[in-house]
């Protein structure tokens, strides 16, 4: 596993909460679904959403016309790229600045997870793609895997597999978070790419 350093003036303002990035190299003690399990956690119910995820049979990168890992990357060559955002850190620093949020609208994805994708993919653009030539960064279009739990990895176990802790938001009855995890996670990956007919 190597860690890779962030400098301080490189980071945007989003209360300049702490993170890391990493790349963890192969072999991954990696954590696979089918793509049937895939399936049945995209549909499966949560809050305001009884049929699961919208974005499932609509949005172009998302199931169910999608590959599985295996068939699209090596996955002896696969890396996990990705940064560790500390997110009870952030919580913290929202809370003193709007306070009167609900917790649920302090821990909104829609005002972070953008940010970690950004900062990963200019990371990427500007120091390590020069480390690793041969490999494309599944995170743009042009890739056959943008996003790697759409395609069958288990990226919080996996992590886990590798000793970083890691954790869901807790609700009450009300649905109403009641405990946040320490860190957040944004991952990609990259590895040799197997020979495709198609996209799907």
Not at 23 to 33: S, T
Not at 150 to 167: C, D, K, R, S
Request: with cysteine.
């Amino acid at each position: 596993m190597e860690k890779m350093s962030l400098e301080r003036d490189s980071l945007s303002p989003i209360y300049e909460t702490p993170r890391e990035f990493f790349v963890l190299r192969p072999p991954l003690d990696l954590e696979m679904h089918s793509m049937r399990e895939v399936h049945r956690l995209c549909t499966q119910e949560y809050y305001k959403h009884k049929r699961g995820c919208p974005n499932f049979g609509f949005r172009k990168g998302c199931p169910p016309n999608l590959k599985h890992i295996t068939e699209i990357v090596d996955v002896s060559t696969l890396h996990f790229y990705f940064v560790r955002f500390h997110f009870q850190q952030y919580i913290e620093q929202k809370m003193d600045r709007s306070p009167g949020w609900t917790n649920r609208a302090y821990a909104n994805q829609r005002h972070w997870q953008g940010h970690l994708k950004s900062q990963l993919e200019k990371r990427w653009e500007e120091v390590d793609r020069y480390k690793y030539p041969d490999y494309v960064l599944h995170s743009e279009t042009e890739s056959y895997c943008r996003n790697p739990e759409a395609h069958g990895i288990n990226v919080m176990q996996t992590l886990e597999n590798h000793g970083f802790e890691t954790g869901w938001c807790v609700e009450n009855d009300d649905h109403e978070f009641i405990q946040f995890p320490k860190y957040m996670y944004q991952v990609f990956v990259f590895g040799q790419e197997l020979p495709q007919i198609d996209q799907l």
